[in-house]
């Protein structure tokens, strides 16, 4: 009887040994789907660029070079292009750093306050039509995990967005508070605003809402997901409330660096 119970503790084992390799190999299926959309989605983003730039060389080579203002007008079209093409190889290396960062052992720390202060007067600065008004409840430093230039790049990404999406009323509201544990920033526009179907998405690798619109505005659909991979690399979150017609709120918050 001995010898059958150490079998059935084998068996046993060895079931659970079965259910650990498939949920493995459900996992790498997993990784392995993701990464064959990415290379789809990448292709298909840089497809459109290169076959404009393909039809302005071979509308030069064919006639253009000698009509001074189809020459003019197909090199600044094509350059455009390129420029896209940069910014969408710089956008996809940024996201790729995103998804690189070690949650374990964060020991960066980025005074708060001051860096939302420093994007905030910068885009007073760069966009002069705009009203940028901001409700600070900080009374005392706190320091987030996270490094200095990674918040600054979220909220360059979810300032930009603002500015981008916001219609006849130019007008941007920042605020920034905090609970014992967690920093609180949100970024507030009232413009076009987002549908129920479309917030669900904004967060997903080159996902557009308005994908003409989008694209005139030079946008990639990267950055809200460079955001949210980052937010998430530090064990912090983001969200949206957003009406279609009225604006969009995004918060983040991140992890206090405990006193
Ligand atoms: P993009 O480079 O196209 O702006 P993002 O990833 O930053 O890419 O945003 C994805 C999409 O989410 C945008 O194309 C836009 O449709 C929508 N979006 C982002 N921010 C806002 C906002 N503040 N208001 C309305 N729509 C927004």
Known sequence: TSQRASEGKINDELTDVVKVLNRMMDRLQGLISAQQQFVSDVSHELRTP??????????????????PEVLADSIS???????????LINEMLNLTRAEQIPVENIKDMTEVDGTVHRVFENF????????????????????????????????????????????????????????????????????????????QHVFDRFYRADKARSRRKGGSGL?????????????????????????????????????
């Open 124 to 199: 007073k600065m760069i966009h002069p039509d705009f009203n940028f008004t901001m409700d600070d409840d900080l009374l005392e430093p706190a320091h987030a995990r996270i490094r200095q230039d990674h918040l600054e790049q979220i909220l360059i990404i979810l300032a930009d967005n603002a500015v981008k999406y916001s219609l006849d009323r130019k007008e941007i509201h920042f605020a920034v508070s905090r609970t014992r544990h967690q920093v609180e920033i949100g970024i507030q526009d009232f413009g076009e605003g987002l549908s129920q179907e479309d917030a």
């Open 77 to 87: 079209s094509s350059l455009a292009e390129v420029q896209r093409m940069e910014t």
């Open 50 to 67: 290169v076959t404009i730039v393909k039809g302005h060389m071979e509308l030069l080579n064919r006639w253009g070079k000698d009509d």
């Open 223 to 259: 950055g809200l997901s460079i955001a949210e991979r980052l937010v998430k690399a530090y064990g912090g979150d983001i969200n949206l409330e957003s009406a279609e017609g009225s604006g969009s709120i995004f918060t983040i918050r991140l992890p206090l660096v405990s006193e």
